[in-house]
């Protein structure tokens, strides 16, 4: 068995793991790179097999980074199914044709103002490699087998809840008496929104994710945190900008706001959700409203009580509002979307405050934000930072090494012959892969970004 680490190895973003075993070619996550420049130009490189040969894709969760490639892979020729569960292949349905949308728009935009240096700027894929891309979904419930191959080549898979996302899920690779677990991103214990990671199950070689690998998350109150910053905004007569996820990080935010509004710790301003996908995502939550923690009214809240804005006219109308107001707009780290406007409007004005809820990848805007950067470019327009700018960390929905640590302790099984460490910055894979000697005595190594194994 060859395994060849194609993505999120020496970063965080990029996800992709190939597997073969003998004629089964399998591809675990398959994600766009996202962050500093030489990472997004990967995107655009051919990719290292022929996506003609690959067996299967099958997705940890629907995060850009784990699952936003597809789409590229089916308008190069990638005809196989791509395994998934049920909750996931929901919000796929909802991120992938947003994503084709963004960049499309992007693209246009670059064109008419001539910040491209190619002619035409063209999106990475469109709304047609999207919609292909969908037909090859195959969801599967979690705990349920399914195998990709035949004969002595096939390989069997099996999800396991990881808490991370609606639809999150490691997963169990069994073949040739050899047990693989990839964690895709691990959820936390304690999170707001996700029930906590199920067992890992007994494995011979595990790949584990490192994002909070040399980092904890902070004990502060979450909520008094985030009712301090928008209280101290509306108090300046300022606006408070909220770059988000769409999906997962969107709703439990707003559900902080609607629990402060309802506690009276917040004054009672205009809350607006910027994203097209906000009432999908919703239903989403929903429909799989087991495998989360709020319940179907705690939804009904966010919906009653948040202006979700669908075109793009609506949104622009948002640049006339006066007064204290709140906006949650994609993308999370700024990297793209309509949240570029509103920040380009609102960066410039000492009275808002940018708040970002969670982590950001080296070289997007929102590091350079919080690293203090005075000037920001957007649409190729440097646009000066006077705004308050600020981070709460305690919503981030992967485990920190702690949290990581105590769950693979709990889940009480043998030491795997083999970690590897990846989906993780440099110094974060590493300090992880000494957590785990330190705390659980496995042997553990960070691979390379191209790097290949072989595994007997």
């Known amino acids: 068995m060859k395994i060849t680490f194609l993505g999120a190895a020496g970063c ?3 996800s992709k793991t190939l597997l073969q075993f003998g004629k089964t070619k399998l591809l675990i996550d398959c994600g766009l790179f996202q962050g500093f420049k030489h990472l997004r130009e990967l995107n655009w490189a051919p990719p290292e097999f022929a996506p003609r040969s690959l067996s299967a894709v ?8 784990h699952s936003g490639y597809v789409p590229v892979m089916t308008s190069r020729g990638f005809k196989g199914d791509v395994y998934c569960t049920p909750g996931t292949e929901a919000l796929c349905r909802i991120l992938w044709p947003d994503a084709a949308h963004l960049q499309e728009e992007d693209a246009r935009y670059a064109n008419a103002k001539g910040t491209s240096r190619h002619a035409p700027a063209l999106p990475l894929f469109d709304a047609r490699d999207a919609q292909k891309a969908l037909t090859r979904l195959r969801d599967v419930a979690p705990g349920k087998s399914f195998v990709v191959g035949s004969g002595l080549d096939k390989v069997t898979c099996t999800f396991i809840p990881n808490g991370h996302l609606l639809g999150s899920a490691m997963v ?8 693989l677990v990839f964690s895709g991103d691990v959820g936390r214990p304690g999170d707001l929104m996700m029930r906590g ?3 890992l199950p007994e494995c011979d070689y595990l790949f584990l994710e490192s994002t909070y690998g040399n980092r904890l998350h902070s004990n502060t109150d979450v909520a008094e945190e985030l009712a301090m910053v928008i209280s101290e905004t509306a108090l300046a007569k300022g606006a408070v900008l909220m770059p988000t996820f769409a999906v997962g990080r969107a709703q439990a935010l707003l559900h902080l706001i609607m629990e402060l509004k ?23 939550y929903v429909k799989f409203s087991r495998e989360h923690r709020l319940t179907k009214a705690q939804l009904r809240a966010i919906t009653e009580g948040t202006h979700i804005i669908g075109n793009q006219a609506e949104s622009m109308n948002l640049a006339k509002l006066r007064g204290p107001h709140i906006i949650l707009s994609a993308s999370g780290m ?6 570029l406007h509103h920040l380009a409007r609102m960066a410039p004005n000492a009275k808002n405050t940018i708040l970002f809820a969670g982590y950001q990848a080296g070289g997007t805007r929102g590091a350079k934000l919080l690293a203090g ?3 920001v470019r957007i649409h190729g327009e440097d646009v000066p930072v006077k705004a308050r700018v600020e981070q709460i960390d305690g919503l981030s929905s992967h485990a920190d090494w702690q949290e990581m640590c105590a769950w693979l302790k709990a889940s009480k099984v043998s030491a795997p012959q083999q970690v590897f460490v990846n ?5 974060a894979a590493d300090a992880m892969r000494l957590h785990l000697k330190d705390t659980l005595g496995w042997d553990a190594s960070v691979p390379m970004m191209g790097q290949r194994i072989d595994i007997s």
């Not at 099958?58 to 980074?65: G, K, S």
Request: hydrophobic share 40%.
């Open 12 to 14: 965080v973003t990029g």
């Open 58 to 65: 099958v997705l940890t969760h629907a995060h850009i980074d």
């Open 172 to 179: 169990l690779v069994e073949a040739g008496g050899a047990r």
């Open 197 to 199: 990671p199920e067992k």
């Open 262 to 284: 309802a506690q009276h710790q917040i004054p009672d301003i205009p809350v607006f959700l910027d994203s097209p996908m906000a009432r999908e995502a919703t239903e989403a």
């Open 334 to 339: 700024a990297t793209g979307g309509r949240v």
């Open 373 to 375: 950067e005075a000037w």
């Open 423 to 427: 989906h993780g910055d440099p110094e």
